[in-house]
């Protein structure tokens, strides 16, 4: 009874391999016909192009003779007559002639050079050093290495401090029980001296003059903060009268750094603005220490065009964040003292200064270093980002208004720069940033519920970026958020249920069709720049698992799934026909999905529209693969064509065998339908 039971399973199951083996084999034979087919086309071409080169009549006619033609001599020699001389015989060379050879060449003697010691280099100097020394406050290069030229610099300098010091403790001395305003003018008129001893040596000896004429100026700007903070000498009680005589002071000594065309002046009245604007917040003149800190910006902006000189720049890019910074830093140690500004106010002045550098750039094209003015553009974006998100967690509940009006000002300056090219790196600079921004404000507007989605959208830009920069950073950092996504959308799945036709089911099934493009997208890439892409074939597997999962969730009926499943794997594999995308990427991660629509229909067989839906497509997927045109190894198009056969013969026996299992022929079904697939 057993080999009666094997011998019926086995007409039952044997017929289907044997007919996905024959289907593969009669696709080969196929291929190779017409691969044979076609080099027999072209061997009967070139061979009847041969036999036609072969057969061209020849020319039998001989050439005309020339017009000069050489006489062949008459065998009769003609005689001479008396008087005439004939031609001289050939001289032949004598035996010594002949055997002598010409004697060689002499070769000069090589002789051994040692080749020279290459000079040693000099020690170049570190960025710090070039640094200090560009802003004056190290030795000019000059005067770096002789002993008298140090002595000449820093001896000047040192006296000077020296100086001061002396002079304000016999002022102090001296001053000992007058009032306030009279110390106050002691301190004013030493200050005039000093000025007037930097002016006076200007000329005769510039640099003893001008470091006299530095050490006024920031006398005179430290005695106009005393007048206010100081207790001995404090005659000013408002202030804003106080903040007021400094800028006075401040914008002095730009007027001079302009007069003497002195750019370490102007870097130094800059650094005393910032911190006057520091200290205006100190003493709670909230919006004027902001106001006054971006008119500084211009001023450092204006300095920096005028002089063409980038630390000016970069040190006005730097203290225009420095007073928001201080009352971050203060409330991190601990001080319950400070006093802030509206809320809305310091959101205006962050985005007022993030947009001054791009602006003055878009006008004026401040430098022609292309690679410091980016980076400048770099540090300035992410001072905003960085310091704005401090502050506004620390004091305010504008979080989600700093992340949308970011957005919004960012997308608008890549809008402008986006005139230069979209391989500019403005234009992506602050549009990768845009995208950020944006997606932030849409995880923190909608709480969660699409916070995975503004993920995916941030991962596409981040890809568009690299692959129009060529940037392995950018590429990274796509692939990153592109996971970070995934994992929150995992976790709001297990808190939503996906009804067939809501907005989270769109959402959720969106989200692998982005991942799709997106990694199509960058495989396309790098294939195109022949680089390494094999690492591609992970994140694909995953893809495709999670959208696999994600079209499985869906709330319908079981007999309606697969149709569902078929067609979003469908879909997916329709993403290859988009160009600059991979083929194999969006056919991998649609396949999988319709060989699980397979399987979900071959649970329920019975609804005709299921089967004609999975049928058609995998019995496509079967054509295609078979057609050869995939991109992949030889062994694996093979397997995937088995794979595809053996789904759609299985799709149909399925269905066949629910329609007519109640039939008694129904035993015979296996081998009939084998026969006709043959």
Request: proline content about 6%; overall charge positive.
């Amino acid at each position: 009874m057993s080999v009666i039971v094997f011998l019926g399973a086995l007409f039952v199951l044997l017929p289907f391999p044997i007919c996905v083996f024959l289907l593969i084999k009669r696709s080969k034979d196929a291929r190779r016909i017409q691969l044979l087919e076609q080099r027999l086309d072209s061997l009967t071409a070139s061979q009847g192009s041969f036999k036609q080169s072969s057969s061209a009549p020849r020319s039998t006619e001989a050439p005309a003779p020339s017009s000069e033609q050489y006489r062949a001599p008459t065998a009769t020699p003609t005689p001479f007559t008396q008087g005439e001389v004939g031609p001289e015989p050939p001289k032949q060379p004598t035996p010594a002639q002949a055997i002598k050879t010409p004697a060689p060449r002499p070769q000069p003697r090589s002789t051994h050079v040692t080749p020279p010691k290459p000079a040693s280099k000099p020690a170049t100097a570190s960025r710090l050093v070039e640094t200090l020394r560009s802003i004056g406050l190290w030795p000019p290069k000059e005067s770096a290495s002789a002993e008298a030229g140090l002595m000449q610099w820093w001896l000047p300098r040192t006296g000077g401090l020296l100086a001061t010091l002396a002079a304000i403790s016999f002022a102090v001395y001296i001053s000992q029980g007058t009032p306030a305003w009279v110390r106050f003018a002691e301190l004013v008129l030493a200050d005039m001296a000093v000025l007037a001893a930097g002016i006076f040596f200007l000329k005769r000896r510039p640099r003893f003059g001008s470091t006299l004429l530095s050490t006024g100026l920031s006398a005179l700007y430290l005695t106009s903060i005393a007048a206010f903070a100081a207790p001995p000498v404090h005659i000013i009680a408002n202030p804003l009268i106080g903040i007021i005589l400094q800028f006075c002071v401040i914008a002095f000594i730009f007027a001079t750094s302009l007069r003497l065309a002195n750019r370490n002046i102007a870097i130094m009245a800059l650094a005393y603005g910032f911190l006057s604007s520091l200290y205006s917040s100190y003493v709670g003149l909230l919006e004027p220490s902001l106001i006054s800190t971006l008119a500084l910006y211009l001023i450092g902006i204006a300095f920096s065009r005028k002089f063409d000189w980038l630390p000016i720049l970069f040190i006005s890019t730097i203290g225009a964040y420095l007073p928001v910074l201080s009352f971050c830093l203060l409330e991190i140690i601990g001080s319950r003292t400070i006093t802030l500004p509206h809320a809305w106010s310091v959101l205006a002045y962050f985005l007022i200064t993030v947009s001054l550098l791009p602006l003055s750039d878009a006008f004026w094209k401040l430098f022609n270093e292309k690679t410091s003015i980016q980076r400048l553009h770099l540090l300035n974006t992410s001072l905003f980002l960085a310091i704005g998100y401090l502050y506004m967690i620390l004091f305010t509940n504008e979080l989600v208004a700093f992340y949308g009006l970011g957005a919004v000002v960012f997308i608008a300056w890549a809008l402008w720069f986006s005139r230069n090219g979209l391989k500019s790196f403005l234009f992506q600079l602050f549009l990768s940033k845009a995208g950020a921004l944006a997606a932030l404000w849409l995880a923190n507007r909608f709480e969660g519920d699409v916070r995975w989605f503004a993920l995916i959208i941030e991962a596409g830009i981040l890809a568009w970026v690299a692959v129009k920069s060529r940037s392995l950073l950018q590429e990274t950092a796509s692939l990153v958020v592109w996971i970070v996504s995934l994992a929150y959308a995992i976790i709001s799945l297990d808190q939503s249920r996906l009804e067939f036709g809501s907005f989270t089911w769109i959402l959720f099934l969106l989200h692998p069709l982005i991942a799709t493009a997106l990694l199509a997208y960058l495989h396309h890439a790098r294939k195109s720049e022949q680089r390494n892409d094999r690492f591609y074939i992970l994140p694909t597997l995953l893809n495709a698992l999670i959208a696999t999962v994600f079209v499985s969730e869906t709330q319908i009926a079981s007999d309606i799934l697969p149709q569902v499943t078929v067609l979003f794997g469908a879909t997916l594999c329709l993403l290859a026909l988009v160009p600059r995308l991979s083929r194999s990427i969006p056919f991998a991660c649609g396949a999988i999905p319709i060989q699980v629509a397979n399987i979900q229909f071959w649970i329920r067989p019975y609804n005709e529209l299921s089967t004609v839906a999975v049928l058609a497509t995998t019995a496509g997927l079967a054509w295609i693969t078979s057609r050869g045109k995939l991109e992949g190894k030889r062994i694996l198009l093979p397997l995937l064509e088995f794979v595809f056969h053996f789904s759609w013969i299985t799709t149909v026996y399925a269905y066949a065998a629910n329609l007519l299992q109640s039939e008694a022929y129904f035993a015979y079904a296996p081998a009939l339908f084998g026969l006709a697939l043959l």
